[in-house]
DNA sequence: TGAAATTAGTTGACTTGGAAAGAAAATTCA
DNA sequence: TGAATTTTCTTTCCAAGTCAACTAATTTCA
């Protein structure tokens, strides 16, 4: 079933990267229309799960090293989806809000995901899709 | 007992990319004693299996577009671990064969890698490392 | 208190990756 | 045959990521 000619297969790494290049691909694809990245996508998710995140947490949960979020943030400010506010109780601190724009632009975004999502449970049956996903967060 | 307190953590595709992440980023640091970069081993991993392969069967195994493949080559190559040889049958296709350094030099990275699978092995118990390696490829 | 150390975020230099165009060989078919 | 098309790989140009250094705010503790 699978084409396993290949010497990696059995390497947990490279299955992982082949899968994730799989999916990272169609998804940027299904994107793409809305003019943005999937990292881009997790971090308007972030702030709209509501808690005030500074930059350190928010790279953390979107999955980015502090400088790639530093200036993937400035893009998406001169694109108006966010903007940065200083933390009352700690200058250094930014808050990052999601502006009308952007939180509507999330929301077409999430609905897009949210197929994809579908379709990627579609290639398991019953419980599978479930079972994977707690496997992997076993790993991170 | 996972720490989920993130709004993406239902998304496959995001427990997919967090599990990469993590792994890509140990792996890398094993591999950096070695100056070499996990899509080079994987390179030479697939150069090794026997097969002569053409750069575009081989963009395909080590997951790369072909033009990031032309470009590690091209590193590779001034690194000396591997030579372009170009195919007799067709002349347009590039043979891509291991230097002895090169096979040298991977013998050593596969037996880091060769860890970091065991390493990673027992976060599961009994099965489930196998049992994720087939789910990840229904993806790919 | 206030100098030293730590923490948060950004910037700069450099490396790598992607999309699209290009070059060269092979194939198609009128 | 040979012009048009297709295939294979590379190059170019630009976007994005990394590491290390930097700035500024906060905390530590002598």
Same mark, same amino acid.
């Given at each position: 079933m699978t084409t396993e000619l290949n010497p990696l297969g059995n390497h947990l790494s490279y299955a992982l990267?082949?899968?994730h290049r799989s999916v990272t691909q169609s998804l940027t694809v299904r994107l793409k229309?809305? =003019?943005i990245h999937i990292e881009a996508w997790r971090v308007m998710e972030c702030l709209d799960a509501g808690t005030r995140l500074s930059m350190g947490e928010l790279a953390k949960q979107a999955l980015l090293n502090p400088p790639a979020l530093s200036k993937l943030v400035d893009r998406m400010v001169s694109d108006g989806l966010v903007h940065r506010q200083i933390a009352t109780a700690d200058q250094r601190q930014i808050n990052?809000? /999601?502006t009308n724009l952007g939180r509507r632009r999330m /929301?077409?975004?999430r609905r897009d995901v949210e197929d994809e999502d579908r379709a990627l449970a579609q290639k398991f049956d019953t419980t599978d =899709?479930?079972?994977?996903?707690q496997l992997l967060s076993q790993l991170s």
């Open positions: 990267a082949a899968a229309k809305h =003019g990052l809000l /999601l /929301l077409q975004v =899709g479930a079972l994977l996903i």
